[in-house]
């Protein structure tokens, strides 16, 4: 079974700061996805990726299948970034079901 | 218009009574998801249905039993409460089963009294 380990757990930035945070896993997969929470409580998925890089506005995310690790990345950070930030992979390779990471808390301030 | 949308957003009730979640994809989506996300933020998936059909049962007290009418709609219905079910619970679907970004409702937050 999947396990999933997220760094930092918290974070703060001031606003234009460039953000990383990483997504450890255990297990082969087949994509891995990056989840937002905002403070609000609703989800939205950022990003589905299985190799190399996706970019979507300020929103960058990598993967790297051989050494089971990806990163999202926040190129100019602004305080309506501020979400908890969750990477999820499937359990094993055949399967769709999500294990999730605990999230990282991103506060940016202005 | 809402693609994925939970009712009710919020439930207080007492312990043992039943209520029901329902929950509605508009996206012409197959496979539809209930996920538990406890006090520490975890999230966790309970079930998932693909066109109706039970596709992940999860380790979950059979006091929750889903129903699917049409794989629109996946509701989620809960038996004799109890205090540790108090959790947002979150409902999600996806194009199909197998590696597709899923789609999350708003949640509903559960407070058992």
């Known amino acids: 079974k999947n396990e999933v380990e997220q760094s930092p757990q918290n974070l703060t930035a001031q606003e234009g700061e460039f953000i990383t945070i990483n997504c450890s896993y255990s297990?082969?997969?087949?994509?891995l996805h990056w989840l937002q929470q905002h403070p609000g409580g609703g989800i939205v998925s950022l990003f589905m990726?299985?190799?190399g890089k996706k970019k979507h506005g300020r929103l960058i995310a990598t993967i790297n299948i051989q050494e089971k690790h990806s990163s999202l990345h926040i190129t100019t950070s602004h305080p309506r970034d501020s979400a908890v930030y969750i990477c999820?992979?499937?359990?094993?390779?055949?399967?769709?079901?999500?294990?999730f990471g605990t999230g990282t808390r991103l506060q940016v301030f202005p | 218009d809402t693609a994925v949308s939970q009712t009710p957003k919020y439930l207080v009730t007492q312990m043992g009574n039943d209520k029901s979640i329902k929950c509605e994809q508009n996206l012409g989506h197959d496979t539809m998801y209930w996920y538990k996300q406890d006090s520490k933020k975890f999230l966790k998936i309970m079930f998932s249905y693909n066109n109706k059909e039970l596709i992940i049962n999860e380790t979950v007290p059979n006091r929750f039993s889903p129903k699917s009418p049409d794989k629109a709609h996946l509701n989620l219905h809960i038996n004799s409460l109890e205090l540790g079910d108090s959790a947002v619970y979150f409902c999600?679907?996806?194009?199909?089963?197998?590696?597709?970004?899923?789609?999350f409702g708003d949640g509903t937050r559960l407070s058992i009294l």
């Open positions: 999820a992979v499937p359990a094993s390779y055949n399967t769709d079901k999500l294990i």
């Open positions: 990726l299985s190799s």
């Open positions: 297990v082969g997969i087949s994509a």
């Open positions: 999600a679907s996806s194009q199909d089963f197998y590696n597709q970004p899923q789609h």
